[in-house]
């Protein structure tokens, strides 16, 4: 496994086993232009294994990506919206089934985002956060979007919070959303509850 963008991959657990989907790779033999480059390779550590460290998964990740928001849910983990290479955009949904190590889609939220936040909850995936593109460039998404996968779609549960909380982190918290902003505006801390 080469090193991985700490940043910018995302990971999940299942069955005591650790997964890492997609990010970047450094590879210094590939010279100094093509070191970094977007991995299409899953990888899984099973401590319990005689196989020391981390396996490459097949099939591959359908779409190098990193910067994306990630969740498991299930007996799956979600990979919705990030880049790819020359920082584009990707607005794409990709899952992957641990049981059968297979890869589907599933429907695109209304707006692309860059570095979201995917938190599982309640049977359901909630996006928030990140950036979206706009004609202007890059401006923060402040709507909440709500994935089903009884119904196979997504919708809008808030339009707008109301204020751009920058750079932020969301967790599940009891029955509501926390997310919590130190990198905005006004360099404050900020709280938000969201009871879905």
């Not at 480059?37 to 899984?44: C, F, K």
């Not at 299930?74 to 955009?89: A, H, I, Q, S, W």
């Not at 909440?144 to 808030?158: R, Y």
């Not at 919590?180 to 801390?189: A, L, P, Q, R, T």
Request: with cysteine.
């Amino acid at each position: 496994m080469c090193i991985r963008d700490g940043a910018r991959f995302g990971w999940g657990e299942q069955d005591g086993k650790v997964y890492v989907f997609g990010g970047l790779d450094f590879d210094p033999a590939r010279g100094k232009k093509g070191r970094f480059q977007e991995s299409r390779t899953s990888w899984q550590y099973d401590p319990k294994s005689e196989e020391k460290g981390f396996v490459a998964l097949e099939p591959q990740l359908p779409t190098a990506r990193r910067a994306f928001g990630g969740a498991v849910l299930g007996d799956k983990y979600y990979l919705v919206g990030g880049m790819t290479k020359n920082f584009e955009e990707l607005d794409r949904c990709d899952v992957y089934d641990f049981k059968t190590g297979e890869w589907t889609k599933i429907p695109n939220p209304a707006n692309a985002r860059l570095s979201p936040k995917l938190i599982p909850m309640n049977g359901k995936l909630y996006l928030v956060g990140g950036s979206s593109p706009t004609l202007e460039g890059f401006i923060r998404n402040t709507s909440v979007e709500v994935f089903d996968p009884a119904t196979g779609k997504w919708s809008m549960l808030i339009d707008d919070l109301g204020e751009n909380l920058g750079e932020l982190q969301a967790f599940a918290y009891g029955e509501r959303i926390l997310l919590y902003s130190v990198h905005n505006d006004d360099n404050e801390i900020r709280l938000v509850f969201i009871e879905p």
